[in-house]
């Protein structure tokens, strides 16, 4: 005998089957209405992920596949929708700027994928940061190395990255500023002239006129470093990963702008009054370099910025000494776990895993 409990539940299967057809069969066809745009929150096909963040606009946005798609399908069906009224909620304006930002948001995304030119006939993925030493960098950046080079770790402590490549190429030489501030000089002009054809009276005026006081023993010194297969030092093009980006404390920009960061350090202080003072104070507007120094526990930068890591923090971005008067321009980097970025050129030629992947990338095509 069949059991009572069951054949309640199938009857009642049935009658919600049944009135969904029922539904289904009243109800407007697809083409007639239009589509959700769940996931339009910014530029398609694109929605914020923290709509505050500094950075790159890419850096900002998670994929919003419902969007896109609702976005592509009301165009197409705009025509129709408007003509008969059969879609109630039509818009014209609305419809227009969900068709704008469609073909905006598209080519952002084709931007996102697409590969820029190294210069050397191959191609890299859109995000690259330089780094200059005098040092040749074995396997992948090291954070035990960090130190060993030009800079003074005045931003945290980490492996420093530059955006702009002329700004990374003055770490490149072997001779510390401070120590042998002329030797420096020569090899900054003598990296600049590099490979540039030029002959021996030309570089000599240029050592002349950025050095009046150089001798006979500097100029040749010039000259010769100018003429090499390769500057002085070496220069590293990198990419950073994407994701790590959003999660860099922003020096120069106000922690209550850096939503991600600020919940991050709030809730990593314990003490209740301290807090309150963190809270009053981001509210006030201090940046990210206030936050740093004072309420990321540690009492050396090495000690700050490994505890700053723990929390979930990967690095500082800073504005490098050009942009800093203006207040806006390109970036540094320092990144506190330097092997999670990838070298993809040494020197202007890539890498071995570089030319495996533009091969890997022709077979594709």
């Known amino acids: 005998m069949a059991d009572p409990k069951q054949i309640a539940d199938a009857l009642a299967q049935d009658q919600l089957l049944a009135q969904f057809n029922r539904d289904e069969a009243s109800a407007e066809p697809w083409w007639r209405k239009s589509l959700s745009m769940e996931g339009r929150d910014t530029l398609l096909p694109f929605k914020y992920s923290q709509p505050t963040l500094p950075g790159s606009v890419m850096n900002q946005r998670e994929f919003a596949l419902p969007g896109l798609l609702a976005g592509a399908v009301n165009y197409f069906t705009a025509g129709g929708r408007a003509y008969t009224g059969s879609d109630p909620t039509f818009n014209p304006q609305e419809e227009a700027l969900n068709f704008a930002t469609n073909m905006f948001g598209g080519g952002m995304a084709t931007g996102k994928m697409m590969r820029n030119p190294t210069?050397?006939?191959?191609?890299?993925?859109?995000?690259?940061?330089?780094?200059?030493?005098?040092?040749?960098?074995?396997?992948?950046?090291?954070?035990?190395?960090?130190?060993?080079?030009?800079?003074?770790?005045?931003?945290?402590?980490?492996?420093?990255f530059a955006e702009n490549p002329t700004v990374a190429s003055e770490y490149a030489l072997s001779s510390s500023k401070l120590t042998n501030p002329d030797t420096y000089a020569i090899e900054n002009i003598a990296n600049r002239l590099h490979k540039g054809g030029f002959d021996d009276e030309f570089i000599k005026y240029r050592i002349k006129t950025a050095i009046p006081n150089a001798n006979d023993s500097l100029i040749a010194k010039g000259i010769e470093l100018a003429k090499l297969d390769k500057p002085a030092g070496n220069m590293y093009k990198a990419d950073i990963p994407d994701a790590a980006i959003p999660m860099m404390l922003d020096y120069d920009s106000p922690i209550k702008n850096q939503p991600q960061l600020y919940e991050i350090v709030r809730q990593s202080i314990t003490d209740p009054e301290i807090r309150k003072t963190f809270e009053f104070n981001a509210e006030k507007g201090i940046t990210g370099a206030n936050v740093y120094k004072n309420y990321i526990d540690g009492k050396t930068d090495a000690e700050r910025s490994a505890n700053a890591a723990k929390l979930g923090i990967t690095g500082i971005r800073y504005l490098d000494e050009g942009s800093r008067a203006a207040g806006r321009g390109t970036s540094n980097f320092v990144v506190f776990r330097p092997e999670t970025v990838e070298i993809i050129e040494r020197n202007g030629v890539p890498t071995r895993k570089e030319l495996l992947q533009q091969e890997f990338d022709k077979l594709d095509k």
């Open 119 to 160: 210069g050397v006939g191959g191609t890299d993925l859109a995000l690259n940061v330089y780094h200059g030493t005098p040092h040749e960098i074995k396997g992948g950046f090291d954070l035990a190395k960090v130190g060993t080079g030009e800079g003074n770790q005045s931003y945290g402590h980490g492996m420093y």
